[in-house]
């Protein structure tokens, strides 16, 4: 009888923790990426502070393209060795943090 009872009551125990229901909690994340609008440029178009910045900073950099927007900065795409990589710069050469 001690046996009976005693696996009655695991059985009921093992039953019961499969009744415990988990809380879901969903976190909802919104990312609002605001997109300057840059218009390209030539590369004789380029200030010459610009260019000597980049040539002062970064001596192997070959640059690809350059954009402009309206408030005078300059988007950079440039070849580090071998690597694409985008700069910001103002018109006088100052780097931008972007």
């Given at each position: 009888?001690?046996?009976?009872?005693?696996?009655?009551?695991?059985?009921?125990?093992?039953?019961?923790?499969?009744?415990?229901?988990?809380?879901?909690?969903?976190?909802?994340?919104?990312?609002?990426?605001?997109?300057?609008?840059?218009?390209?440029?030539?590369?004789?178009?380029?200030?010459?502070?610009?260019?000597?910045?980049?040539?002062?900073?970064?001596?192997?950099?070959?640059?690809?393209?350059?954009?402009?927007?309206?408030?005078?900065?300059?988007?950079?795409?440039?070849?580090?060795?071998?690597?694409?990589?985008?700069?910001f710069?103002?018109?006088?050469?100052k780097?931008?943090?972007?």
């Amino acid at each position: 009888m001690k046996k009976l009872i005693l696996s009655a009551a695991i059985v009921l125990g093992s039953v019961s923790t499969y009744a415990i229901t988990v809380p879901n909690s969903v976190e909802v994340v919104k990312t609002i990426t605001i997109q300057e609008e840059y218009t390209e440029v030539e590369l004789e178009a380029v200030p010459a502070a610009i260019i000597e910045a980049l040539k002062a900073a970064y001596p192997s950099a070959v640059l690809d393209k350059a954009y402009i927007n309206a408030a005078k900065e300059y988007k950079l795409e440039v070849t580090i060795e071998g690597k694409k990589e985008n700069l910001f710069a103002d018109e006088s050469g100052k780097w931008i943090q972007k």
